[in-house]
């Protein structure tokens, strides 16, 4: 079957920066901005663009990720010619193995996407959050007669040092590139969206297999712009990287923030609303009588008796009465009790906080084990954690999923520690 | 284990909800902001492990179509597992618009004998409870039933039920439909479970008569030959037949009276088609004791209120004691009480819906429209600054809001 453009979305990130809410699932797969997956974003583009043969490449804790996707029919990429086919890495093969790289990935399933004998290849990562029509990116892809488009969006210099840089030419052409170049010469990063032209891109991860490389950025983009007609398409929207645990929060926030350029409403995210494979579905939202909200994207499934304000909550959150959530982003089904203080947290899935717990106090220290992670004052409970009655947790502190901090008999817990 | 097929009966066409049933039967009437009212009988049926399942349905039935599809999202898809709509047919002898609910399953009797169930289970589409069947088909085999029917106790004793006096060993020994003085407090809930064979030729039976209700010509036949046994059920039983009730079953959602997640009813969570899925409620404002549905937008206040997916509530607008579906905008320094709000209606600023109350019943629906409540239909928009009075309903066809609307008025 002939189709126009293949998507091979590269959804294998492991995700080690953001700690504990990646420990159980693969970066695309944990939740944002309350309903939604990090990975919705990119199925959304994709879909809203009507590209409609997907490759999902997965490798690292793919469980949650390839119930969430299903069959694609939550994104409408379903039906006889339209298809999300999930790649995992496969054995038993001449050229198969668990996958070296983003670029061998794409290599390892090439049969895949010559089933479709496209022109172009999109290829995307799944762990980035923005609205982007990849039509116009292949429209400027044609009209520049280009073997590659290379995305590229402004990025703070500050932070230039942690992105592939292009340094572009005035006709268009990207000139240089640097990989995370600790003097960066631009601040014109790769958003790690590519579009290729088949015959060029199968020639491109020939070549670099065969000289062991396997990423899309260190191994095939620098030889092919020494080669080929390699552009760079400058993106001017939202795009954030929430490959950290600060970046992740400030993008939920971004959702509270009016003008921050995330405008979920308007940018049409679809996601697999049948969320934990209920038995029935969520009811909406229950706010009681002493209820204050504030500045808060309320999902369906809570029930509000307390205080919430600047923060985001998934469905099924229970909020107690007297009790107060500021600036947080609580996941799916934590029951918070009576009388409790929550600041600046991340509380993953099925947590249980009893009355009168306080949760982000204290001194802002760095985390001791994650210096580099944990800094900025956010406090981090993994899932299914138990707090007890009056329990204190300072910031920057992570709770380890599964921790019952009752049956431990811990009660106060330090900033900075981790349990 | 005997086979059971279950018959919904969604066809009723009862206008009784005034313009929320303009454009909808009753049984696809939203309620509690995302579900509609034949999700109610549809997860019980589910949750009861029932596998087959008919809708029957005739009047204005294309978003109770939509909603229901193929019964996926209640699961009745799969080799076993199915649900038909059954709507009326013509070009056979015996096939024309339904006559009654006695009718609707007698033009039905080739579906029923297609499935070969030992009973068949009959259901209305418009009432709003958590029950599972498994108790009572339990009930009617060891009794040795040939025909159940549910009751529940009532506080009032409406004219619109059928009653029964049932003995202490089940049997009913009196059945009267809609009497203006009722025997006892127990209500039929018109939940019938019949032995196939015995459903077939009361329907046969009753295809020659004039009139074509189980309630009123059915049961008290059964009851005459001592056939007719009572099953009580206890738990809360909520119904969508007038405003009134309509309105109840909201305020004992908001009261707590029952717990809604303990319920399990699913929906068809693809409402309206959108392209894409809604944001979670955003709420800057003052929000009590409501229920709030994903998509909504409240920075104004919100009291007492039940609202469907995507309404946004500005700020300085006010919404008390109301019902409000999809997508409405109630604009800055509006005012609602005890509003029924239907679909993509615009409320603009300055507008007052119900504020003092009234007396003054509805001139044209004086039995149907009472206790204060305002109804706008579907897509109506309500200019600037219009006041209207309560018991006063707006129909979706109604052209030129005047500014006043005094109580009791009808716009068509």
């Given at each position: 079957m002939k189709k126009n453009i293949v998507a091979m979305l590269l959804a294998g990130g492991v995700g080690t920066r953001l700690n504990i809410l990646a420990r159980k699932r693969a970066k695309p797969a944990i939740p944002f901005g309350g309903i939604y997956r990090i990975i919705d974003f990119t199925m959304s583009n994709i879909a809203n663009s009507g590209i409609d043969v997907v490759g999902v490449l997965t490798q690292y804790k793919p469980l949650s990720l390839m119930e969430h996707l299903e069959d694609g029919r939550p994104w409408d990429i379903f039906g006889r010619t339209r298809n999300v086919e999930v790649l995992p890495p496969k054995t038993g093969e001449e050229t198969s193995d668990w996958y070296r790289g983003t670029s061998d990935a794409v290599w390892q399933n090439f049969n895949f996407i010559e089933e479709y004998s496209p022109e172009h290849i999109l290829v995307v990562s799944g762990d980035h959050i923005y609205n982007m029509n990849y039509n116009l990116l292949r429209e400027f892809h044609e009209a520049q007669q280009a073997d590659?488009?290379?995305?590229?969006?402004?990025?703070?210099?500050?932070?230039?040092?942690?992105?592939?840089?292009?340094?572009?030419?005035?006709?268009?052409?990207?000139?240089?590139?640097?990989?995370?170049?600790?003097?960066?010469?631009?601040?014109?990063?790769?958003?790690?969206?590519?579009?290729?032209?088949?015959?060029?891109?199968?020639?491109?991860?020939?070549?670099?297999?065969?000289?062991?490389?396997?990423?899309?950025?260190?191994?095939?983009?620098?030889?092919?712009?020494?080669?080929?007609?390699?552009?760079?398409?400058?993106?001017?929207?939202?795009?954030?990287?929430?490959?950290?645990?600060?970046?992740?929060?400030?993008?939920?926030?971004?959702?509270?923030?009016?003008?921050?350029?995330?405008?979920?409403?308007?940018?049409?995210?679809?996601?697999?609303?049948?969320?934990?494979?209920?038995?029935?579905?969520?009811?909406?939202?229950?706010?009681?009588?002493?209820?204050?909200?504030?500045?808060?994207?309320?999902?369906?499934?809570?029930?509000?008796?307390?205080?919430?304000?600047?923060?985001?909550?998934?469905?099924?959150?229970?909020?107690?009465?007297?009790?107060?959530?500021?600036?947080?982003?609580?996941?799916?089904?934590?029951?918070?009790?009576?009388?409790?203080?929550?600041?600046?947290?991340?509380?993953?899935?099925?947590?249980?906080?009893?009355?009168?717990?306080?949760?982000?106090?204290?001194?802002?220290?760095?985390?001791?084990?994650?210096?580099?992670?944990?800094?900025?004052?956010?406090?981090?409970?993994?899932?299914?954690?138990?707090?007890?009655?009056?329990?204190?947790?300072?910031?920057?502190?992570?709770?380890?999923?599964?921790?019952?901090?009752?049956?431990?008999?811990?009660?106060?817990?330090?900033?900075?520690?981790?349990? | 284990?005997?086979?059971?097929?279950?018959?919904?009966?969604?066809?009723?066409?009862?206008?009784?909800?005034?313009?929320?049933?303009?454009?909808?039967?009753?049984?696809?009437?939203?309620?509690?902001?995302?579900?509609?009212?034949?999700?109610?009988?549809?997860?019980?049926?589910?949750?009861?492990?029932?596998?087959?399942?008919?809708?029957?349905?005739?009047?204005?039935?294309?978003?109770?179509?939509?909603?229901?599809?193929?019964?996926?999202?209640?699961?009745?898809?799969?080799?076993?597992?199915?649900?038909?709509?059954?709507?009326?047919?013509?070009?056979?002898?015996?096939?024309?618009?339904?006559?009654?609910?006695?009718?609707?399953?007698?033009?039905?009797?080739?579906?029923?004998?297609?499935?070969?169930?030992?009973?068949?289970?009959?259901?209305?589409?418009?009432?709003?409870?958590?029950?599972?069947?498994?108790?009572?088909?339990?009930?009617?085999?060891?009794?040795?039933?040939?025909?159940?029917?549910?009751?529940?106790?009532?506080?009032?004793?409406?004219?619109?039920?059928?009653?029964?006096?049932?003995?202490?060993?089940?049997?009913?020994?009196?059945?009267?439909?809609?009497?203006?003085?009722?025997?006892?407090?127990?209500?039929?809930?018109?939940?019938?479970?019949?032995?196939?064979?015995?459903?077939?030729?009361?329907?046969?039976?009753?295809?020659?008569?004039?009139?074509?209700?189980?309630?009123?010509?059915?049961?008290?036949k059964l009851v005459k030959q001592e056939m007719l046994f009572g099953y009580k059920f206890r738990n809360p039983w909520y119904y969508a037949r007038t405003i009134k009730s309509y309105y109840k079953a909201h305020q004992a959602l908001l009261d707590r009276k029952f717990d809604l997640n303990a319920w399990q009813i699913r929906t068809n969570l693809i409402e309206r088609a959108e392209k894409g899925d809604r944001v979670p409620a955003r709420i800057n404002g003052e929000v009590t004791n409501s229920v709030i549905s994903e998509g909504c937008v409240i920075n104004g206040q919100v009291a007492n209120s039940v609202l469907s997916p995507g309404v946004i509530v500005e700020k300085g607008a006010i919404v008390q004691d109301s019902i409000i579906f999809h997508d409405s905008l109630i604009q800055n320094g509006a005012f609602l009480k005890r509003a029924i709000i239907d679909k993509d209606v615009l409320i603009s600023e300055h507008s007052e819906l119900g504020r003092s109350g009234s007396d003054v019943r509805s001139k044209e629906y004086a039995e149907l429209l009472e206790d204060g409540f305002t109804l706008v239909g579907k897509g109506i928009k309500i200019p600037a600054r219009t006041r209207i009075e309560a018991n006063s309903v707006i129909f979706s066809t109604a052209r030129d809001i005047p500014e006043e609307i005094p109580a009791g008025s009808t716009l068509k």
């Open positions: 590659a488009t290379v995305c590229l969006v402004r990025v703070p210099e500050e932070e230039a040092r942690h992105f592939g840089i292009a340094i572009t030419a005035p006709d268009g052409r990207i000139a240089d590139w640097e990989e995370k170049p600790s003097k960066p010469r631009s601040n014109l990063a790769s958003m790690g969206v590519y579009i290729f032209n088949r015959e060029v891109l199968a020639w491109a991860l020939a070549r670099a297999a065969k000289k062991n490389g396997y990423d899309f950025a260190k191994d095939v983009i620098p030889v092919l712009l020494k080669q080929k007609r390699v552009c760079g398409y400058e993106f001017n929207g939202y795009w954030r990287d929430v490959g950290t645990l600060d970046a992740y929060w400030n993008a939920n926030m971004d959702l509270l923030r009016t003008g921050s350029g995330l405008d979920i409403e308007n940018w049409q995210v679809k996601t697999n609303m049948t969320d934990r494979g209920e038995i029935g579905d969520r009811p909406s939202t229950y706010f009681g009588r002493f209820a204050e909200v504030r500045n808060s994207l309320i999902s369906r499934g809570c029930m509000i008796d307390g205080s919430v304000e600047n923060s985001i909550l998934s469905p099924g959150v229970k909020v107690g009465k007297n009790t107060s959530i500021r600036d947080s982003i609580i996941f799916h089904d934590v029951t918070i009790g009576g009388q409790v203080e929550i600041k600046r947290a991340i509380i993953d899935k099925d947590v249980v906080i009893a009355e009168g717990a306080r949760v982000g106090i204290g001194e802002s220290m760095p985390n001791a084990t994650y210096p580099g992670q944990l800094f900025t004052g956010l406090t981090l409970i993994g899932k299914t954690v138990r707090i007890p009655a009056t329990g204190r947790i300072g910031t920057n502190t992570i709770i380890k999923p599964g921790t019952d901090l009752a049956r431990k008999k811990l009660r106060d817990i330090p900033p900075g520690s981790t349990v | 284990m005997n086979k059971t097929l279950a018959l919904v009966l969604a066809a009723g066409q009862v206008d009784e909800l005034l313009t929320l049933t303009e454009r909808r039967p009753k049984s696809a009437v939203p309620v509690f902001g995302i579900y509609r009212a034949i999700d109610f009988v549809l997860s019980n049926l589910m949750h009861s492990g029932i596998s087959n399942v008919g809708v029957l349905s005739q009047f204005r039935p294309y978003s109770l179509l939509r909603h229901v599809g193929t019964g996926e999202h209640w699961d009745f898809i799969g080799r076993t597992r199915t649900l038909n709509i059954l709507p009326p047919y013509r070009g056979q002898k015996e096939s024309d618009w339904y006559k009654g609910t006695a009718d609707a399953i007698y033009q039905n009797i080739s579906f029923i004998e297609s499935h070969k169930p030992d009973n068949v289970l009959i259901c209305s589409a418009d009432h709003i409870y958590r029950m599972d069947y498994q108790p009572l088909l339990q009930f009617h085999a060891d009794i040795k039933a040939e025909a159940t029917a549910c009751f529940t106790k009532v506080i009032s004793k409406s004219k619109r039920f059928g009653y029964a006096v049932i003995e202490n060993n089940n049997k009913i020994i009196e059945y009267v439909e809609k009497p203006e003085k009722p025997p006892t407090n127990m209500a039929s809930m018109t939940v019938y479970l019949f032995k196939t064979s015995l459903l077939i030729d009361l329907l046969k039976t009753n295809a020659k008569e004039n009139s074509h209700e189980f309630g009123r010509d059915i049961l008290p």
